[in-house]
Each structure stands twice: as structure tokens, then as C-alpha cells.
């Protein structure tokens, strides 16, 4: 069974600052890995999608890197801001069921 | 990719009362997905709501629990029944949306007293 992961679990940093999440999975039979974002008591916001195929994806100040081999994926914020406190939650389609992560919780402290 | 509205946003019920949620999609799709995520966890999937058939619940879900309409390709509910305390938790439908990964409606937040 697909096993997902997010490191760290919580993460507090000065705005300005860049910083990294991570996401690993146990199964690297899987079609993709999407990013999300989620605010407290709300929905998910999709952030980033990396195909299986692919390495990267950018979006604005996101980047997100897929190593499907070692089962690991990161989440790039450059230049943070009090804006992106949220929740970041890293989830894999296995094809026949869609796995998330723990999630991580930022806060950006101006 | 697809939008989806759900409501309500949230809602406070008593225990022993049900409550439904809805999920309106701006495009047809196959597969709905409703999920749970309670308090500090991360999403678990309750079902697959198929139109034109009943839905495929998972491990723990049960149809009598969490009954589940698809009366068409753009349309699903969820009802939480006979809610007890430990059923407040946040609701999600989603929707898989081909090469752009799966798209969630904006949540319902259910507390039961």
C-alpha cells in the first residue's frame, strides 16, 4: 500500500526567506503527485501537478520536483511571504486511488 | 479544469440529525470523490460516486452512514448520518480532471454538539 509522507510536519520561518518541503512515497508506480494548499477549515487549492514523466514544475514563486525513482518530492517557495501560511499537503495518484501526505503547516512571520 | 461549488461552507448540527452535502460540478466527470479529513489529520476517501451506479465505499465507510447520490454526470451528495461528536470533521468532493490532477470544492466544515 502506497505510504505517503511529509517532512517537516510543521515549519515556522522569517518572511523573505526561501524553504523547501518534502514528500516521499513508498510506491514509485504512480501516475503523478500534485501539490495543494489548504487553509484552515477550507478546501484544497491545487498548486502544482507533475506528471510522472516529469522532473519539475514552476508556478510563479513554486517550484516542485518529482524523483519518481527515490520516491521523493520537494516544494521550492522562493521569497516568502505572510500570505503562504497555510497547510501544503503533497498527494500521488497510484491510478487506482489518490494518497496524501500529512501535510505540512508553514507559517511566514513578518 | 473543472470548478466545483460545494455547500455549505459549514454547518453546527445536533447529534441523531443528518446532514447532506452538495457538489455541483461546471463540467461532466465520470468519478466523484467524497473524502474526510478530521481534525489535525490529513484526507481519508470515504467513496466513489459513480452515475448510474451505487457508490464503491472504502474500508470503514458505510452506505447506511454515508449514503451518496449521482443523479448525473455534474451533480453529487453526501449525507452524514445519524451524526454523533466524532463525525465533525472537515468534507471534500473532488474531481479528477485528466492532466490537470484533481480539483476539490472548497470544503464543508461539520461540528456536531
Known amino acids: 500500500k502506497q505510504e505517503v509522507t511529509q517532512i517537516p510536519a510543521a515549519l515556522s520561518v522569517p518572511e523573505g526567506e526561501n524553504l523547501v518541503l518534502n514528500c516521499s512515497f513508498t510506491d514509485s508506480a504512480i501516475y503523478n503527485l500534485q501539490w495543494f494548499r489548504q487553509d484552515p477549515g477550507k478546501g484544497l487549492t491545487s498548486l502544482l501537478l507533475?506528471?510522472?514523466?516529469?522532473r519539475e514544475q514552476t508556478s510563479g514563486r513554486l517550484n516542485a520536483s518529482l524523483d519518481k525513482s527515490s520516491g521523493r518530492s520537494t516544494l521550492y517557495i522562493a521569497a516568502s511571504q505572510p500570505g503562504d501560511s497555510a497547510t501544503y499537503l503533497c498527494?500521488?495518484?497510484?491510478?487506482?486511488?489518490?494518497?496524501f501526505g500529512t501535510g505540512t503547516s508553514l507559517t511566514v512571520i513578518p | 479544469s473543472a470548478v466545483i461549488s460545494q455547500k455549505p461552507s459549514r454547518d453546527i448540527c445536533q447529534r441523531g440529525t443528518s446532514l447532506t452535502i452538495q457538489c455541483q460540478v461546471d463540467s461532466q466527470v465520470t468519478m466523484m470523490f467524497w473524502y474526510r479529513q478530521q481534525p489535525g489529520q490529513s484526507l481519508t476517501l470515504i467513496a466513489t460516486?459513480?452515475?448510474?451506479?451505487?457508490?464503491?465505499?472504502e474500508s470503514g465507510f458505510v452506505i447506511d452512514k454515508f449514503p451518496i447520490s449521482r443523479p448525473n454526470l455534474t451533480f453529487s451528495t453526501l449525507t452524514v448520518s445519524n451524526m454523533s461528536p466524532e463525525d465533525s470533521s472537515i468534507y471534500l468532493c473532488?474531481?479528477?480532471?485528466?492532466?490537470?490532477?484533481?480539483?476539490f470544492g472548497s470544503g464543508t466544515r461539520l461540528t456536531v454538539v
Open positions: 460516486a459513480n452515475q448510474g451506479s451505487e457508490a464503491t465505499y
Open positions: 498527494a500521488v495518484d497510484a491510478g487506482n486511488q489518490f494518497y
Open positions: 507533475i506528471q510522472s514523466s516529469q
Open positions: 473532488s474531481v479528477g480532471t485528466g492532466s490537470y490532477g484533481y480539483t
